[in-house]
C-alpha cells in the first residue's frame, strides 16, 4: 500500500528537480557508499547522533562507578549494598555480552 501522501511527496520532488535543488550535490555523479545493512547503519548513524552506546558499554561504564563509590564507601551495610548491585550490574553485562 503506497504512503497516504504519496502524490505531494512526489510533487515536491519533481518541482525541487525542476528548480534545481538537486543540481551541484556532493557526490553527484558518484555510486553511493556500499553498505552491507543500510537500514542498519541508518539506525547506527541516527543514535550515535544521539548519544546512545551499545549495553555493554553503559553497564561497563556503571560498574566503573559503583567499584569507585564502593572502594570509597566505609560503611558495612553499604557496602554490601554496593557488592550486590555490582553482582547484578555483571550478571546483566554478561548476558548483554552474549546477545552480542
Known amino acids: 500500500m503506497d504512503h497516504p501522501l504519496i502524490d ?4 515536491r520532488i519533481t518541482a525541487a528537480e ?3 535543488a538537486f543540481d551541484n550535490l556532493e557526490g553527484a555523479g558518484r555510486p553511493l557508499p556500499r553498505h552491507d545493512d543500510p537500514d542498519g547503519a541508518v ?5 550515535k547522533e ?3 552506546v551499545p549495553e555493554a558499554v553503559s553497564l561497563t561504564r556503571d560498574l566503573a562507578n559503583l567499584r569507585e563509590t564502593l572502594r570509597d564507601t566505609a560503611d558495612r551495610d553499604g557496602r554490601a ?8 550490574l555483571e550478571t546483566r553485562l554478561e548476558i548483554a555480552r552474549r546477545r552480542g
Open 18 to 20: 525542476r528548480d534545481g
Open 81 to 88: 549494598a554496593l557488592i550486590r548491585e555490582i553482582a547484578l
Open 8 to 11: 505531494l511527496i512526489n510533487a
Open 43 to 47: 539506525m547506527t548513524r541516527i543514535l
Open 50 to 52: 544521539n548519544g546512545a
